[in-house]
DNA sequence: ATAAATTAAGATAAAAAAGTCTTTTATTGT
DNA sequence: ACAATAAAAGACTTTTTTATCTTAATTTAT
C-alpha cells in the first residue's frame, strides 16, 4: 500500500502530463494520456471526468478535442488534486487510525506522525501543476516506467 | 485513506497495548484487546494470528490464556510489525506508484517524497514497541478514542 | 480424565477500490 | 445539415480489503 490510492496516483501523473501538453500548446485524449502514464484507459477517464467537473482540469468534446488546463490552473498546488481525490485525511489524520488523536490527547506515534504530515503538506504544496513541464519535455523527470 | 492500511492500525494499536500489558504482568485476551483498541474483535483475532505466527507476539491457548510479547520483542521496532503487515512498499515505493522510479529516473515528487519516506522510516524504527508502556500506564498517551 | 477457557483455522460475507464496457451528448470540420 | 470524433455518463464486473461466524485444537485447573 502506498502512501496515496491507486486512483489519485493515476490523476496526479495525468494531471503532470496534461500540463506538460497544455504548454506546448496541445489539448491531448485520453487514449494517448492513458497509454503514456501506464494506466488503465477506462478507469482513468472516470478520473479525469471527476478532476473536470471539479474545475481541476478542463475539456472539449469532438474532433480535435481533448482535455488541458487553464493559465491559472496550472500555478495551483498538486494538494488540490490529492484532496480532490483522496479527501483530507492524509494532511490530518492520526497515523494509527484515531479520530480524537490530538495534541492533547496523543496517540504513541503522534509527535514523530505530525512531522511525516508536514512533510507531505510542505511537498504537495510546493509542488504546483504545471512545474514540471521543462523537465519532462527534456526528459529528465519521468511519468512512465521508461 | 491513511498512510497505513486498517490491518496495519489495529496491529499496531493492539501490540502496543499487549506491550504494555506484558510489562504489567499479565496475559491478554482478544476480547480485552479489542475494547480497548476499537476494533473489531474477530477481524483483530486473524491479525493477532498472523503476528503470532510470524513471531512478532506470543500467544498460549486455555485458561488464563492471552497475547504477550516475549523480553527481546519488546525491543523490535515497530517497523518490523508495519512490514509484517503491509509490507514494505511504504519504505521504498514511489509517491506517484512509478515502477521504474528512482533517483536516475525520477518521477516529478521523487526528491521531496524521499523525505516523507525517510521520515516514516525513521519514525517507526526509533519507535519500539515495548516504549511507551510508561506513558499508557499513565494515560498521558492513548490507544482509543477517549 | 474431564470440563472450561481460550487461541487457531477455515469458510463465508460485506464493503470498498479498481477496472471495463456501452450508450449518450457535445463539438468540429466538411 | 451531416458525419466523424472525443468526452460524459451510466451500468456492470473484478479484485482487494475489511469483517464475521463456526468449528477445531490446546491448555489449564479440578
Redesign the pocket.
Known amino acids: ?1 502506498g502512501v496515496f ?3 489519485c496516483e ?1 490523476a496526479m501523473r495525468a494531471v503532470f502530463y496534461i500540463a506538460s501538453s497544455t504548454i506546448s500548446g496541445n489539448r ?4 494517448e494520456i492513458a497509454s503514456k502514464i501506464d ?5 482513468l ?2 478520473i ?2 471527476d478532476l ?2 471539479k474545475g481541476l482540469i478542463s ?9 488541458y488546463i487553464e493559465g491559472e490552473a496550472l500555478n495551483r498546488p498538486l494538494a488540490d488534486i490529492v484532496t480532490a481525490v483522496d479527501g483530507d485525511e492524509i494532511f490530518n489524520g492520526c497515523g494509527m487510525g484515531l479520530a480524537h488523536c490530538s495534541e492533547t490527547n496523543p496517540c504513541p506515534l503522534h509527535h514523530e506522525f505530525k512531522k511525516v504530515r508536514n512533510q507531505i503538506t510542505h511537498m504537495l504544496t510546493i509542488t504546483t501543476i504545471g512545474q514540471f513541464n521543462k523537465e519532462l519535455g527534456n526528459g529528465l523527470i519521468s511519468l512512465k516506467k521508461s
Open positions: 500500500m490510492s491507486k486512483t493515476y491531448v485524449g485520453i487514449k494506466s488503465p484507459e477506462y478507469f477517464a472516470k479525469l471526468q473536470s467537473r475539456s472539449v468534446k469532438g474532433p480535435n478535442g481533448g482535455f
